[in-house]
């Protein structure tokens, strides 16, 4: 069941196209993550859908309801997170989940039990002023905040940008708890790695989406040879690997390359290429593609 | 052997009882990629800054490019660059003010500058833009331009600060080819990052941990000690030690 | 040295390409020159005039000439009783009574007897000062033409009277608390709700407010609330410091005092709402609020220089500035203790103009952030 529906979305500003004819459903419960970098579109569409923007064509539904026409009722059942600390930092963490239940018409017990693991983690610190908090702890205050209502659907904005990779996985650690609460979660982040986490993704640059469906199926459909390669004298390696002539393209991936070959290349091709060239260790091994790398052959496929 | 071009002894940095840096020491040589990694809280932003002579260290001492931290900050800072995510370059600026701005602000002839500011925009492929206002580049331009111009004088040493975050990944790979091309000229770069696929391109890499220094060691001899596959392994299992990790 | 010219620089292009902060920069000085050099001026230009004649005759119509002539003076009225001079001072609108003695040409030749009373409205001391001295060289040029014309001996007394019906001790503080009590106000509740409002939106905390069920006025409400109250506060400290420690009394009714300085508030905190919607940053705001309420208040209020010397289409200007009126209502409250009927019009205006600022501003109040 669609609780998120956007058709043919569009919005510039001045000559800038943010986001170029979007058209994608949510389905109620799921955790859709909306994956790119900076600059992609990401919070441009989030603002139009939790209706603090209007689009400048097309249209879009939140559970039914129309995010021009009908936006107050829409305004009372949407929780949402933007991309900056957006809570009070002069008043005490308490006070500011105090003060969002309360503009939502509801008490902080009422829900309790849905940010109940988040905010136990804070409660020691709940007099401290928010603007002393650290920042894992500013984003768990602001998920609660966004919770304490009981949204149907959550909007979270790189609610993990600039924290390190524990907190990060704890973050979403506990957005997957909330899922048995039947919350719809839609998250957009720059980081491929927490694509594998959500239940369908859609891959997002200059305002499209390249792609759209499970992180497994992505992955499934890559259609490129893809290799990793290792050897000694990795800071050459990588010029000779873009150099050899069947080689499409070439990209570190942390300790290794990752290596896309043209059609009918094979790995012993390549191992005496650079046998040849005198690199020693030479690991090359067939593997299956990342997020990352499907993103970044769609986003070389766009140019 | 390489001279050093960092040196920490026992830096440490107080905020009244807090102890945000307890007393770290280790040396970086010239021309290393040295990754600094650490969770939040962890007192990575405070060392760092002590480093750029940006803070003065309660205990300990910093020879950085041959200077103290704590008696000859002008002297370190006229000798590095810096760079970080959140600002380095004027967004109402043009490409090529920046360049100048800065160039002077370091004390280069108007010669050089001019020189260096043509050779840069034909690396980078940005002649075209040379008269365009920062805030229109789109953000992984912003980001190279950035890096570019904290290394235009030339410094002994390169600090960035979560130079990539938010980056598309090919954008983040073509900055780190930068970085070698750095490295290979012999400035030392000095990075924080949360990309933990970044840590494994450092030549060697510490990891902070409440205050102290827990690991130090190249990604390859790091995850061998640890019996991991990847540094974002060697991560988690030093973090999870954290006491203040949401302090 | 180059490090520092290239800084200077680069402040240079910062100023530039903000085009809405050089407006502000470069526009503000010129009317500042406008407004304080048409606005400022020592002289009295427009003195009011009403007259006690029981003479009538030759002398007292030649003297009446005299100042008709003179572009300082207009002859407003004509009095009929001795006991209108105080109600006439009340309605405001005249600012010197000239009282002739009985018989006084005869007087004036045969026994040196003959009087001329000038009573001018001591409310502001300098001005009244000032219009008696013009008032009194046109006598004296009376006397010499007399003089010179006849070569009798024709004189009479000039008797000038500071009337201070209502500042006996010619204080200045009396002319100033009412201006202070204005300005005080303005500041507090138009500049800081406007800020306040503001700050939300550069906070980032507005985006979040938005998007919730909360309606949007609840937000101004809210926000305009506390800077009321602290305005009540304040202006019942001003009011008792004023009382008893420089011993101003409140002539008038405190009922309507109050009244009219709620009011007030309320068109200030509403001109605060509308600077809010209009700006984007506290900088902005405060900008702002110097330049489009501030100056023009302390300088188009009445309180420092005088509405009347000032050229017509400042006059024009300071009829919408609210300090103006509410400043007059509350001098004519406080210290002439007039009642309702004579400060009915500035009730009216100041409510007329706190509707059209509230809606206005309503209407520019976004309910989404573009």
Known sequence: MEIVSVRNLKKSYGKVQAIRNLSFDVNEGEIYGIIGPDGAGKTTLFRILTTLLLANEGAATIDGLDVVKNYKQIRKQIGYMPGRFSLYPDLSVEENLTFFATIFNTTIQENYHLVEDIYKQIEPFKTRKAGKLSGGMKQKLALSCALIHAPKVLFLDEPTTGVDPVSRKEFWEMLKNLKKHGITILVSTPYMDEAILCDRIALVQDGEFMQVDTPQNIIDSYSETIWSVKSDRMHRLLQDLRDCPWVKTTFSFGETYHVTAKEKATVSQLETFLTEKGYRDIIIKAIHATIEDCFMSLTQKKE | MNKDVIVAEGLTKRFGDFVAVDHISFQVEEGEIFGFLGANGAGKTTAMRMLCGLSHPSEGRGIVAGYDVYGQSEQVKKNIGYMSQKFSLYDDLKVWENLSLFGGIYGMPDKKIREKTNLLLGELGFQDERNTLVKSLPLGWKQKLAFSLSIFHDPKIVFLDEPTGGVDPVTRRQFWELIYQAADRGITVFVTTHYMDEAEYCDRVSIMVDGKIEALDSPFLLKKSFGVETMYDVFLQLARKAKRSDN | ?370
């Not at chain 3, 609108?93 to 007897?113: L, P, R």
């Open chain 3, 1 to 370: 040295m180059k490090q520092f010219l290239s800084f200077v620089r680069k402040e240079f292009y910062h100023i530039f390409r903000d085009k809405r902060t050089m407006l502000i920069l470069l526009v503000m000085p010129v009317i500042m020159i406008v407004l304080f050099g048409f606005a400022i001026t020592t002289e009295v230009k427009d003195t009011q005039v009403a007259i006690f004649d029981p003479s009538k005759d030759i002398a007292t119509q030649h003297i009446r000439d005299m100042f008709q002539a003179n572009k300082y003076f207009t002859i407003a009225e004509e009095l009929s009783d001795i006991n209108q001079i105080n109600d006439v001072f009340k309605k405001g609108k005249i600012n010197m009574v000239i009282v002739f003695s009985e018989n006084f040409a005869d007087n004036m030749i045969h026994t040196g007897d003959a009087t001329v009373q000038l009573l001018a409205d001591g409310i502001e001391p300098n001005q009244a000062s000032m219009r008696v001295g013009y008032a009194q060289n046109i006598l004296s040029a009376y006397l010499r033409n007399l003089s010179q014309a006849d070569g009798a001996k024709a004189s009479f007394q000039v008797i000038p009277e500071l009337k201070m019906l209502y500042n006996p001790q010619q204080k200045s503080e009396f002319n100033f608390v009412p201006g202070v009590i204005g300005m005080m106000l303005l500041l507090i509740c138009a500049m800081m709700s406007s800020i306040a409002i503001v700050r939300e939106k550069e906070m980032g905390t507005m985006e979040v407010l938005l998007a919730s069920p909360l309606p949007p006025a609840y937000i101004i409400l809210a926000k305009a609330i506390p800077y009321f109250a602290i305005s009540c506060v304040n202006l019942a400290t001003i009011l008792l410091l004023s009382a008893f420690m420089l011993h101003i009394p409140i002539a008038g009714s405190l009922f309507w005092l109050i009244a009219i300085s709620m009011m007030y508030i309320i068109a200030a905190l509403s001109l605060g709402l509308l600077i809010s919607t209009i700006v984007d940053s506290q900088l902005a705001a405060m900008l702002m609020s110097s330049l489009v309420l501030m100056i023009p208040t302390i300088l188009l209020s009445g309180t420092v220089f005088p509405i009347e010397s000032m050229p017509g289409f400042l006059q024009d200007l300071s009829a919408i500035v609210p300090a103006r009126w509410f400043t007059e209502a509350v001098r004519k409250l406080m210290i002439q203790g007039v009642d309702f009927r004579y400060v009915a019009k500035e009730f009216i205006i100041i409510g007329i103009m706190i509707v059209v600022f509230v809606s206005v501003a309503l209407k520019k109040f976004k309910i989404r952030l573009e």
